[in-house]
Structure formats: C-alpha cells, structure tokens
C-alpha cells in the first residue's frame, strides 16, 4: 500500500504565500513525473504542475504559470509546490501524485487526502 500525505495548506489573504509538501510513503526516484492537482468545490480535479525525475521538464497550468513552482526531492520522497501571489481563485483542496496515478492492488490510483487551501480576497 502507498501513501500521498499532502501537507502545508492553509488560510491565507490573496497576494499571499503558501509552500504545500508531499511526502510518499515509497521511492519516488524510479516516478518519472510527480504531479499536484487541485479540486475546487463543485469542480473537476485538475492538474496544476508536474515534473520529471531529474527536473528537466516541468509544466504548469496557464492559471498558475509564474506564480507556482514545483520541486521535489528524491531522496527524501517528497514533492513540494511553492505557491505565491495567491488568488481567491486557487482555492482548492491540493493534491500530489504520480502521472498517471499510482495503481493500487485492484486498478483504482491511490490518492491522499490533501491539504486545504483558502484564500481570501
């Protein structure tokens, strides 16, 4: 079995810092690309940002572009998401995982529970 434990969330004012952590409970090294996604109330989970294994390619969403980065380190398997200038926008329940998701024992992706982001205008 696996673990995501997301942590880091919180309730800040718009303009705002946040910095989410990831922590997995299994080698990230041999993940070719980690991932956060962020599901609105009411919304659809999106993908935020990802990145390879060695950094070399990292992408973001348009709505996060130059305001989000993301991160990780393999030797401690965690993946991290630094979020500035924060929008009433970007609040969301936050979630990492693999891409695709880690495959649990019957087919469904393992996923953690997140970490609440709020932002207020």
């Known amino acids: 079995q696996v673990q995501l434990v997301e942590s880091g969330g919180g309730l800040v004012q718009a303009g705002g810092s946040l910095r989410l952590s990831c922590v997995v409970s299994r080698s990230i090294d041999s993940i070719r690309t980690m991932a956060w996604f962020r599901q609105a109330p009411g919304k659809q989970r999106e993908l935020v940002a990802t990145?390879?294994?060695?950094?070399?390619?990292?992408n973001y969403a348009d709505s996060v572009k130059g305001r989000f980065t993301i991160s990780r380190d393999n030797a401690q398997n965690t993946v991290y998401l630094q979020m500035n200038s924060l929008k009433p926008d970007d609040t969301a329940v936050y979630f990492c995982?693999?891409?695709?998701?880690?495959?649990?024992?019957?087919?469904?992706?393992?996923w953690g529970r997140g970490t609440q982001v709020t932002v207020s205008s």
């Open positions: 990145i390879t294994s060695n950094a070399g390619a990292i």
């Open positions: 995982n693999a891409v695709p998701p880690i495959p649990g024992p019957n087919g469904d992706a393992y």
